[in-house]
């Protein structure tokens, strides 16, 4: 039986693939160390293998209750989308988290009327993938300033290309950040060893992530150095290394 379960969520327009090299990375670095871990990335509702079930938060949370194996310590890490879909986990069933890594994220929008602004720009993004087609609002949405740092690769660009019409406009509607109940309130009695990164050219979700360090009370925020958004494609290693040592640390391992 592994010594733990490693669990990554993906950002909206990926996949799971997006973190098997991260992942595996990860797994064999622990394993140097002794510690044997089994690795899973779910392609997210309305992504992928997933495009068909439901995004509504709720339903696309209880999906990931299966992932995880009883009596094995769960390691997570949610990038962007990922992240929020984690802080759903948490605010619902803590117990299942025993560690995590929130990258990119947030835990939602506290005032109505931005939250009310951003669920109407998250349909407007749901009409432009049914009239455009995935290829073209892929290309338009790789091409926003909060990507600016790093180009998508022909790899990565064929990976999204993986998804659907359907899949990513129910997707905006109903697990954009326009969405989701703001879950600030969840996270101060919150009994989990966190570490949060954050690009420290991405300025906004900086902000986001010193305020997540300074709510959760085991949080530990790390800002990666001339990185923007795109931190599972800027900053894997810097990612692996956080799976490592949150790991090593919740089960009791030195950390180098």
Same mark, same amino acid.
């Given at each position: 039986?592994?010594?733990?379960?490693?669990?990554?969520?993906?950002?909206?327009?990926? /996949?799971?693939?997006?973190?098997?090299?991260?992942? #595996? &990375?990860?797994? @064999?670095?622990?394993?140097? *160390?002794?510690?044997?871990? !089994?690795?899973?990335?779910?392609?997210?509702?309305?992504?992928?293998?997933?495009?068909?079930?439901?995004?509504?938060?709720?339903?696309?949370?209880?999906?990931?209750?299966?992932?995880?194996?009883?009596?094995?310590?769960?390691?997570?890490?949610?990038?962007?989308?990922?992240?929020?879909?984690?802080?759903?986990?948490?605010?619902?069933?803590?117990?299942?988290?025993?560690?995590?890594v929130l990258?990119?994220?947030?835990?939602?929008?506290?005032?109505?009327?931005?939250?009310?602004?951003?669920?109407?720009?998250?349909?407007?993004r749901a009409?432009?993938?049914?009239?455009?087609?995935?290829?073209?609002?892929?290309?338009?949405? /790789?091409?926003?300033?909060?990507?600016?740092?790093? #180009? &998508?690769?022909? @790899?990565?660009?064929?990976? *999204?290309?993986?998804?659907? !019409?359907?899949?990513?406009?129910?997707?905006?509607?109903?697990?954009?950040?326009?969405?989701?109940?703001?879950?600030?309130?969840?996270?101060?009695?919150?009994?989990?060893?966190?570490?949060?990164?954050?690009?420290?050219?991405?300025?906004?979700?900086?902000?986001?992530?010193?305020?997540?360090?300074?709510?959760?009370?085991?949080?530990?925020?790390?800002?990666?150095?001339?990185?923007?958004?795109?931190?599972?494609?800027?900053?894997?290693?810097?990612?692996?290394?956080?799976l490592v040592?949150?790991?090593?640390?919740?089960?009791?391992?030195?950390?180098?």
């Amino acid at each position: 039986m592994p010594d733990v379960t490693l669990l990554g969520l993906h950002g909206f327009t990926q /996949t799971g693939r997006h973190w098997h090299e991260i992942l #595996a &990375a990860a797994h @064999d670095r622990l394993l140097a *160390r002794g510690i044997s871990a !089994v690795w899973r990335c779910p392609d997210l509702p309305g992504h992928g293998a997933a495009a068909e079930q439901s995004c509504a938060l709720d339903d696309a949370v209880d999906t990931l209750y299966d992932l995880v194996t009883p009596d094995i310590p769960t390691v997570w890490a949610g990038y962007s989308m990922g992240g929020r879909h984690l802080l759903h986990v948490v605010a619902q069933q803590p117990e299942l988290v025993d560690a995590m890594v929130l990258i990119s994220t947030t835990a939602g929008i506290d005032d109505a009327e931005a939250r009310a602004e951003r669920r109407r720009l998250d349909e407007q993004r749901a009409q432009e993938v049914e009239a455009l087609g995935v290829d073209e609002f892929l290309s338009r949405w /790789t091409s926003m300033d909060m990507f600016s740092t790093m #180009a &998508a690769t022909p @790899d990565d660009m064929a990976e *999204r290309q993986r998804n659907t !019409v359907t899949g990513l406009a129910a997707s905006l509607r109903n697990a954009g950040t326009g969405a989701q109940q703001p879950l600030w309130s969840h996270l101060a009695g919150l009994d989990i060893d966190t570490i949060v990164l954050s690009g420290d050219l991405d300025t906004k979700f900086t902000a986001i992530a010193e305020r997540l360090t300074n709510t959760l009370p085991q949080a530990e925020h790390r800002r990666v150095a001339n990185c923007g958004h795109a931190l599972l494609a800027e900053a894997p290693r810097d990612i692996a290394d956080a799976l490592v040592d949150i790991t090593c640390r919740r089960l009791g391992y030195p950390t180098t």
